[in-house]
C-alpha cells in the first residue's frame, strides 16, 4: 500500500522535553515537507526538503529540526524551544518535478502538558 | 506576508446547489493553483489543479476557473453534496520555486441536506 505514514497519531509530552516525529513514505517522491495546522488555521510550512541531505526553512521554522538523510524519511523535532509546540502536524511529499501536486499524511496531534 | 488568500473562512449551501470558493494571489509569478479538500484530524487530499496555460479546468463535479488578470481563481462544485463538507484550500506555486507551496487559510464549506 502506497503513501505515507505518519505515526503515531497522538502524542503527548511534557513541557520542556523534545519530541520527534515520523515520517515515512514509498512513494519515491524527492520532495518532502512539514506544515503545521493550528484550529481555523491555515497550513503554516516548518521545513522543506527538495533532495536527501538538503533541506530548506520554511515560515516559521524556528523551534525545529529536520533531518533528511534517506529519501524515505524526513523526521521533525519538536524543541523545547517551540514556544507552543501543542498543534496538529502535517508531513507531505511532490515528485519534485513541475506541475504536480503534493500528497499528504494522516497528520499526528501533538499534545504539549 | 500571505501570498495567498481565502477571504471566506466559511460557506453554507443547500445539497444540490453549486458551492463557489475563492482564492486570490499576489504573486504574478505563480503559474500552478491547486485545491485540496480537508476532513477534521485528517491530512487534505487533492481536488483539482490549473496550470496558468489555462483558464478552466474539469473532473467531474469539480470545476477550476483562472483569472490571471485578476489574480483569482475559484472552485465551483455542482451539484454540492452533504459529503462535499469539509475545509477547502487553495495552494499556489511558481515555476522560480515549484517545490515550495504557498496555501489560503481555508474556507468551511457547509452543505445542508
Known amino acids: 500500500d502506497g503513501g505515507i505514514t505518519q505515526s503515531p497519531k497522538y502524542l503527548f509530552r511534557k513541557e520542556g522535553q523534545n519530541v520527534t516525529l515520523s515520517c515515512e513514505q514509498n512513494?519515491?517522491?524527492?520532495?518532502m515537507y512539514w506544515y503545521r495546522q493550528d484550529p481555523g488555521q491555515g497550513l503554516r510550512l516548518i521545513y522543506y526538503?527538495?533532495?536527501?541531505?538538503?533541506?530548506q526553512k520554511g515560515d516559521i521554522a524556528e523551534g525545529y529540526s529536520v533531518s533528511r538523510e534517506k529519501k524515505e524519511s524526513f523526521p521533525l523535532t519538536v524543541t523545547s524551544a517551540q514556544k507552543n509546540p501543542t498543534a496538529f502536524y502535517l508531513c507531505?511529499?511532490?515528485?519534485?518535478?513541475?506541475?504536480?501536486?503534493?500528497?499528504f499524511g494522516p497528520g499526528t496531534r501533538l499534545t504539549v502538558l | 506576508d500571505q501570498q495567498v488568500k481565502q477571504n471566506s473562512p466559511s460557506l453554507s449551501v443547500q445539497e444540490g446547489r453549486i458551492s463557489i470558493l475563492n482564492c486570490d494571489y499576489t504573486?504574478?509569478?505563480?503559474?500552478?493553483f491547486l485545491w485540496y479538500k480537508k476532513y477534521p484530524a485528517e491530512g487534505p487530499t487533492f481536488l483539482i489543479s490549473?496550470?496558468?496555460?489555462?483558464d478552466k479546468n474539469e473532473d467531474g463535479r469539480f470545476t477550476v476557473f483562472l483569472n490571471k488578470s485578476a489574480k483569482h481563481l475559484s472552485l465551483h462544485i455542482v451539484p454540492s453534496q452533504p459529503g462535499d463538507s469539509a475545509v477547502y484550500f487553495c495552494?499556489?506555486?511558481?515555476?522560480?520555486?515549484?517545490?515550495?507551496?504557498?496555501f489560503g487559510s481555508g474556507t468551511k464549506l457547509n452543505v445542508k441536506p
Open positions: 495552494a499556489a506555486s511558481g515555476a522560480s520555486n515549484f517545490n515550495k507551496f504557498y
Open positions: 504573486n504574478s509569478m505563480f503559474d500552478y
Open positions: 512513494l519515491n517522491h524527492d520532495a
Open positions: 526538503s527538495q533532495i536527501v541531505n538538503d533541506f
Open positions: 507531505a511529499t511532490a515528485s519534485g518535478s513541475p506541475y504536480n501536486e503534493q500528497f
Open positions: 490549473i496550470s496558468s496555460i489555462k
